[in-house]
């Protein structure tokens, strides 16, 4: 049986346009996607647009337009983007289709007769650019202004319906106990744990102060909340509210991996745990959490002009390709618990000597000399690759394990080890000296067997990362992307005699002048 694997990026804001932040998310999540689809499993990749509350509502009467066709207008562009980055999401929501709607009034009507809500007032501080209430305790540690904007809370009173989260602290504590790898980064279990010891207060889940969102059921007066509305996207787009064998995208739940930026950790790790808890459905099996970037050592920031927005990806695309920015993105980017500096001269350093000078160089030198040596034939291996099969596999073994665990950086670094010891072995056995000796034709011919072999398995396990070079080079070994993968990631798959060309995949570039 084919197994299944799902993967989802938070739904976008249609209050902010496309930048670094969401194509970051966004290509983390369609590398693993595309490594699990090498792997011959059935993928569900999805992303989307979170496109109610107060804010779109303002901003939509600012232009003199209305709500819906501001989220129109901002949804669309989240799509280009998909699409101009070559990103392959098996589906994109959007939180005013009626299928997500209709489907949040259910699972909310689910909640109210579960016993989970009540209806109660509530007055404290509010982080209107987060759309968040914070407790007392929160809003002190933040000395009452944003942490993300740096805004002032506001005050806020209002009635509203509630979420019982609190009567789901003991639960989650015996959940990160049974599952100390549920949330990662580790640095980001700890904080969720640190807060979970302070207590768990009660969550609002409805508004009154504005009429842009999914009416609460039984009282229209109230709007659905929107973070309680957009984590429902999760399995609103697996339409859940069938859960039988007879809806065929139920399969996918629960998710192998929520991936965010670790901003909105607490509704993920807590809050849409809990809601799940309460509908009594299956919790995500992993949440990643990653860090943020900055520009040139300095907090982005449009005023200061280091904003990474998409233009200024667009020239370095235009000038690098494709396959770099993504390199860039899954390798010198903040997966893990720290931050990240986006800055030229790096982009350049890492474009130069990861994708230049090891993956196209050791490449081309092994087809060139095939090519030279053995007019452009596969030589046969009489050594039957010496100890190259064990190290390959070894290094397809790591990869595996890497991407299981979403460690992507080092799944990277499996397939670049490898091109470096291929580098090493020739710079070891000279295969150009050798050659001009027709008494060590045969160990050439081995050499260069193994040397090839060798690279096809370290680019196969690059494809995720660099998938249009990678899928070149595969197209002109006459290697089928959609061969099953106990072949292609095997020994052997070039047989003696097979046409090598040259390649050549990355070109040197220049680097930009200021």
Wanted: aromatic content about 12%; some cysteine.
């Amino acid at each position: 049986m084919t197994r299944t694997a799902c993967i989802t990026t938070p739904i976008y804001y249609v209050n902010d346009r496309p930048h670094i932040g969401h194509i970051f998310t966004t290509t983390l999540c369609d590398a693993w996607a595309r490594a699990m689809r090498i792997q011959n499993c059935d993928v569900f990749f999805l992303t989307g647009t979170d496109e109610h509350g107060v804010k779109v509502e303002k901003s939509a009467a600012e232009h003199n337009v209305t709500p819906q066709a501001w989220a129109d207008t901002n949804a669309a562009e989240f799509q280009r983007v998909l699409s101009l980055f070559q990103l392959t999401n098996t589906d994109f929501i959007r939180t005013t289709q009626p299928r997500h709607e209709r489907q949040v009034q259910a699972f909310i009507e689910r909640l109210q007769k579960s016993g989970a809500l009540y209806k109660g007032s509530f007055e404290g501080w509010y982080d209107e650019g987060q759309e968040e209430y914070l407790t007392e305790t929160r809003a002190k540690e933040c000395e009452y202004k944003s942490s993300i904007s740096g805004k002032p809370l506001v005050r806020a009173k209002e009635e509203n319906w509630y979420f019982k989260l609190s009567a789901f602290s003991e639960r989650l504590k015996a959940h990160f106990e049974s599952q100390p790898n549920f949330v990662q980064p580790s640095a980001r279990m700890n904080e969720v744990i640190g807060r979970l010891r302070e207590g768990l207060q009660d969550v609002p889940m409805t508004r009154t102060n504005f009429t842009w969102g999914i009416p609460m059921p039984g009282d229209p007066g109230h709007v659905i909340y929107v973070w309680i509305d957009a984590l429902f996207n999760y399995i609103t787009a697996l339409d859940y509210t069938d859960a039988s064998e007879k809806n065929p995208r139920a399969r996918y739940w629960p998710a192998d991996w929520h991936v965010i930026g670790k901003e909105i950790l607490w509704f993920h790790a807590v809050i849409w745990p809990a809601m799940l808890m309460a509908l009594e459905l299956p919790l995500p099996k992993n949440i990643h959490a990653h860090s943020f970037w900055i520009s040139e050592g300095k907090k982005m920031s449009k005023s200061l002009g280091n904003f990474i927005d998409l233009p200024t990806i667009e020239t370095y695309i235009a000038r690098y390709g494709l396959d770099a920015w993504r390199w860039f993105m899954l390798t010198r980017g903040p997966i893990d618990a720290t931050d990240a500096d986006f800055r030229a001269v790096a982009f350049h350093e890492t474009y130069t000597s990861d994708l230049v000078n090891t993956v196209g160089n050791c490449s081309s030198r092994v087809t060139a000399m095939i090519v030279k040596t053995f007019n452009g034939e596969m030589p046969a291996d009489i050594e039957n690759g010496g100890t190259w099969p064990a190290r390959c596999q070894q290094a397809v073994t790591d990869w595996q394990k890497h991407f299981a665990q979403f460690q992507l950086t080092d799944a990277a670094e499996d397939a670049m080890k490898l091109l470096r010891d291929v580098d090493l072995f020739i710079n070891q056995t000279e295969p150009f000296k050798l050659a001009k000796d027709p008494a060590q034709r045969e160990r050439v011919a081995s050499i260069l067997g193994q040397c090839l072999e060798s690279v096809r398995i370290a680019l196969l396990l690059l494809e995720p990362f660099l998938p249009q070079k990678m899928s070149e080079f595969s197209t002109l070994l006459g290697m089928p992307s959609d061969a099953p993968w106990n072949v292609r990631s095997q020994w052997g798959y070039l047989k003696p005699g097979s046409t090598i060309t040259k390649v050549a995949l990355y070109p040197r570039v220049e680097i930009a002048k200021p």
